[in-house]
């Protein structure tokens, strides 16, 4: 038997990347601490800072504005001691959840007061909670300036979720994104996954993405599917 079905259409991939610009990053009161020290390199009290905040809070997002502006050498946590001979900046993003090259560290720190630079730290946890074992690291660590991101309010996430739709030339009603500032994960990773999806599934039912629309993607979403199946 022939099927005679009408064949679904998979959209392309146009790799829609969110922006890491400074003129990308939306403020709101979870982030405006982190956003004005970022801000205010190279004018730093402290030339150790450290951003910390939740999986998704935009963390990655103000390292990259800060790296565009500084044009720091990105280190990576587990082998700090690459960098012997360099003077800075440096930006270590996504340290204290694994090992650490604490020499390494202690010593790039004592480099960067001695030499005037700047060191930009992002991590999921306080750096009292760090898997620091080395009396001096940790004492260095107590004298950083740490700013706390949190997770992101109703402002920043629907801020977010209008700025991802844009990106991809799509309106939306408001009553969408009110929807979804409710039921996603308070996460900017989250916004932009469920943006992506709801792209992918309007294009393919050749449909505009409404409150309904939403609703099936972010219960398909929650229910743990890959993608979501028409």
């Known amino acids: 038997m022939t099927d005679v079905s009408t064949p679904r259409q998979l959209p392309l991939d146009l790799g829609h990347e969110p922006g890491y610009s400074r003129d990308d990053l939306i403020v709101s009161a979870?982030?405006?601490?982190?956003?004005?020290?970022?801000?205010?390199?190279?004018?730093?009290i402290s030339p150790v800072v450290v951003l910390a905040g939740p999986t998704g809070s935009?963390?990655?997002?103000?390292?990259?504005?800060?790296?565009?502006?500084?044009?720091?050498?990105?280190?990576?946590?587990?082998?700090?001691?690459?960098?012997?001979?360099?003077?800075?900046?440096?930006?270590?993003?996504?340290?204290?959840s694994g090992p650490i090259d604490e020499s390494g560290l202690f010593?790039?720190?004592n480099t960067v007061r001695q030499s005037g630079s700047s060191l930009l730290m992002t991590s999921r946890k306080w750096p009292a909670n760090w898997p620091?074992?080395?009396?001096?690291?940790?004492?260095?660590?107590?004298?950083?300036?740490?700013?706390?991101?949190?997770?992101?309010?109703?402002?920043?996430l629907a801020g977010v979720l209008y700025?991802?739709?844009?990106?991809?030339?799509?309106?939306?009603?408001?009553?969408?994104?009110?929807?979804?500032v409710s039921h996603i994960e308070?996460?900017?990773?989250?916004?932009?996954?469920?943006?992506e999806r709801l792209d992918r599934v309007a294009l393919e039912k050749k449909s505009r993405i409404t409150r309904a629309l939403a609703a099936s993607v972010v219960t398909a979403s929650d229910e743990g599917q890959a993608a979501f199946e028409l």
């Open 107 to 109: 010593h790039l720190i």
């Open 186 to 195: 308070r996460s900017l990773s989250t916004a932009n996954r469920i943006v």
């Open 58 to 96: 935009g963390k990655t997002h103000l390292a990259a504005v800060w790296k565009a502006e500084s044009d720091a050498i990105i280190l990576d946590a587990h082998s700090i001691g690459t960098a012997s001979g360099e003077r800075g900046p440096f930006l270590i993003d996504d340290i204290g």
């Open 30 to 44: 979870s982030n405006m601490a982190a956003v004005d020290i970022v801000d205010r390199w190279p004018g730093w």
């Open 132 to 156: 620091v074992t080395l009396p001096d690291l940790a004492s260095r660590l107590k004298t950083a300036t740490t700013v706390e991101i949190g997770e992101p309010d109703d402002t920043l």
């Open 163 to 180: 700025k991802l739709f844009a990106d991809r030339q799509i309106a939306v009603d408001p009553n969408v994104i009110n929807f979804l």
